[in-house]
Structure formats: C-alpha cells, structure tokens
C-alpha cells in the first residue's frame, strides 16, 4: 500500500506528567519526607 | 508537487536546562512573596511605633501588590519569564498539601453542600453568559469559552475547551485576558464586600470559591479575608474545578454535533484527560491526614509548606498581571464577563446566604 506523499509520519511523543500531575508528585513526595522525619519542622 | 508537510525536529531539553530556565523566576517568586511577608512582620510594628493609623496589610496582598508593581512599570524580564509562569504548579503543589488540614468527615459534608451548590452555580453561570453572549452579538465559539470560564474554572477551563471545540485563538485571548482581568478585579473588591456584609468565614470562603473564577485569585481572595475562609475557598474551587471534564465534554459534543468541532472518541479517556489530577492528589492528603498517618506537628509542617507554596503563587499573580495587555484585547467581551461576573457575584452570595440558612454551616 502506498503512503501519500504528504501523510505525515506517526510520531510517538514520549510518555510526559501534566504540570498537574508532577505538583501531585512533588507534594506526596514532601509529604512522605515530612511523614519519615527528614524535615522536623517547617518554620512559617 | 505535493506540499510537503514539515515537522520540525524539536530537540528536547535536557531536565539540568529546564532546571537553570527556570530558576531565576522561581528565585524571583521567592523574593517576592518573601519581601510581602517582611512588609506584613514590619510595616505594621513600625506603623505601631510611630503612633500611625495603618491598616494591617497581610502578606498575600504585598506579594500581589509587589509582583503588580514590577509587570505594570518595569516589566517581567524575559529571564524570568518560564520560572515565573510556574506560579500554577506551586498553587497545585499547595493545594495538595492543604489537604492535611481537613479531615475526611468536613470535606464530605461541607463537600456535599458545595457540590451542590457548585452545580447550581454552573448551571445559572452558564445560562446567563450564554444568554449575555447572544445579547451582545458575540461569536459563538467566544461566548462558550466565557461561560465556561465564568462557570467553572477560568483559564484552565478555557484552554481545555479551546483545543475540545476547536475555537480561535483570538477567542480564547479574549476570554483569558476578561477572566483574569475580572479576577484581578475580584481580589479586591470580594474581601471589601465581605466585611461590609459581616460575612463569617465558612461563608465567605464558599462564596469566594464558587464567585471568583481563576483557582489562584479564588485562593487569595480566601486568604486575604482569613486563614479559615482561604482553607474553604480552595475546597469549594476544587469542587468547582471538578466539574471541569463534565462541563468540557458537554460543550465538545455540542459543537462536534454542529460539525464544528472534532467528534468525542473515548468519553471515559477524555474525563480523565480533563480532570485535574490535583483534587485527587488533594484527597489522598486529607485521608492520610484523616487516619492518622501524619503527626500533629506533622500537619503543622505540612501546612506550613503549603503557605511557602502559596506564597509564591501569590507573587506569580500579580506578576503576571498586565493591565496594558489586558485593554488591548478590547472592551466587548471584557463588558460581557464584567455583567456576567457581577450578576453570578450576586446570585451566588444569594445562594451561599441561603444555604447558610438551611444547612447551619
């Protein structure tokens, strides 16, 4: 089967978190850290 | 010769570049939010020293007013522009962490009141700025980014619908540039309505959350009144930014039914796609919070590291607002969401007085 000539390739964008995702991530990971001790206080 | 269709080769930027882009804006936020939090510690104590009458101004508006001050006279360099436009991801990051501070049992019921009250307001919001829209002779496509940034979540809702209903780009700067500028506006004027209304906390923190549109000026709006009213502005926007797949999908059926818009695959895939992921990450917190996997001073911390968060989200806000930006975009569709935002201001103070009424909150 041919390809037309101006068809673009398929192109496979690599597997990226959402901005919105990677503050979930960010967050739990702090929480996680504050959770195991590594941050005792947090001053405000 | 057929037209060849370029693709152009996008180098990916390695994490380490990312990184050193965007650390002088993130380092700008900082300095910002941090100097609003100084002016709070030191402009009162010296006011107080000198015997002056001055208002107690609390961090959340110096960091706004500071960022304002540099975007409207100097400028943002372009430097510190990518590190800058982060303020969303603290805001998120900030939001999760927020949910520590509530437990299961207060976001079920003050989750259920607001849900319903948010499906109320989408509903009204919708139907009037669609009503307004037409009134006005607004291109239809405009008038459905409006109503749904008015309805439910400002720009995050318009930028959703904008790629879902294949709308203009030109409309969608309109629709951002009228709900920031109302935002803008709000942050200001709600906390002043507030107090002269005597509103209580829990009340004004619902109204903020279902009134103001953007999820930042929503927070600020509930901080700048009280820390109890902020904690319920961000759980009511939530609920709000919820509804954002549900509101989008509609529209994209709608308008893939005109033929003006690509036809819905997957609706699950879709949902999913469209809701945000923070709420999720918000809850997550709150049930951990809940059964006691954190501490008491645990909590503390975590909430502390929410306001760090929250702290340069509010200095990305005001530097990211330009009033000059804003005006060029022109006055109809800004006159539309002007109505639009006062007349849902009004309805949904009414509906949140009401509920008060009803459901003792």
């Given at each position: 089967m041919s390809v037309p000539e101006n068809a673009a390739a398929p192109v496979n964008k690599p597997w990226r978190l959402s901005l919105d995702s990677w503050a979930v991530v960010v967050a739990l990971l702090a929480a996680l850290l504050v959770r195991a001790g590594v941050f005792k206080h947090i001053p405000w | 010769m057929a037209d060849a269709v370029v693709i152009p080769q996008v180098q990916p930027v390695q994490p380490a570049l990312r990184f050193l882009r965007i650390l002088p804006g993130v380092l700008l936020l900082a300095a910002i939010g941090y100097a609003g939090k100084l002016l709070e510690q030191n402009v009162g104590a010296y006011a107080k020293a000198h015997h002056w009458v001055f208002p107690n101004i609390e961090y959340v508006l110096w960091a706004i007013l500071l960022g304002l001050l540099i975007s409207n006279t100097i400028g943002v360099p372009e430097i510190f522009r990518s590190g800058v436009a982060t303020y969303e991801f603290w805001l998120k990051a900030g939001i999760v962490l927020l949910g520590s501070r509530f437990l299961l049992g207060d976001i079920l019921k003050l989750g259920g009141v607001s849900l319903l009250l948010v499906a109320v307001e989408i509903t009204g919001a919708i139907a009037f700025m669609t009503f307004l829209g037409r009134v006005f002779h607004l291109k239809p496509k405009l008038i459905t980014l409006l109503a749904v940034g008015s309805a439910v979540c400002g720009v995050s809702a318009i930028?959703?619908?904008?790629?879902?209903?294949?709308?203009?780009?030109?409309?969608?700067?309109?629709s951002i540039a009228a709900i920031l500028a109302l935002g803008a506006f709000a942050l200001f004027t709600f906390p002043l309505i507030g107090h002269y209304l005597h509103l209580g906390d829990r009340a004004y923190g619902i109204w903020a959350g279902l009134a103001v549109d953007n999820t930042a000026e929503a927070t600020a709006a509930g901080a700048l009144y009280s820390d109890a009213a902020g904690k319920l502005a961000v759980l009511v926007k939530s609920t709000r930014n919820a509804m954002i797949g549900?509101?989008?999908?509609?529209?994209?059926?709608?308008?893939?039914?005109?033929?003006?818009?690509?036809?819905?695959?997957?609706?699950?895939?879709?949902?999913?796609?469209?809701?945000?992921?923070?709420?999720?990450?918000?809850?997550?917190i709150s049930v951990l919070a809940t059964y006691q996997f954190f501490s008491k001073d645990q909590v503390g911390a975590l909430a502390n590291l929410s306001r760090w968060a929250f702290l340069l989200t509010f200095a990305g806000v005001g530097l990211r607002t330009n009033f000059r930006d804003m005006k060029k975009q022109g006055l109809r569709p800004f006159a539309v969401g002007a109505i639009g935002e006062v007349v849902i201001a009004v309805f949904t103070l009414g509906l949140v007085v009401g509920a008060e009424k009803l459901f003792g909150f």
């Open positions: - | 930028i959703a619908t904008k790629g879902a209903i294949d709308a203009d780009d030109e409309d969608s700067s309109f549900f509101v989008v999908l509609a529209y994209a059926i709608y308008w893939a039914s005109q033929g003006q818009a690509k036809a819905v695959g997957n609706k699950a895939a879709f949902l999913w796609q469209k809701f945000p992921k923070f709420v999720l990450g918000f809850l997550l």
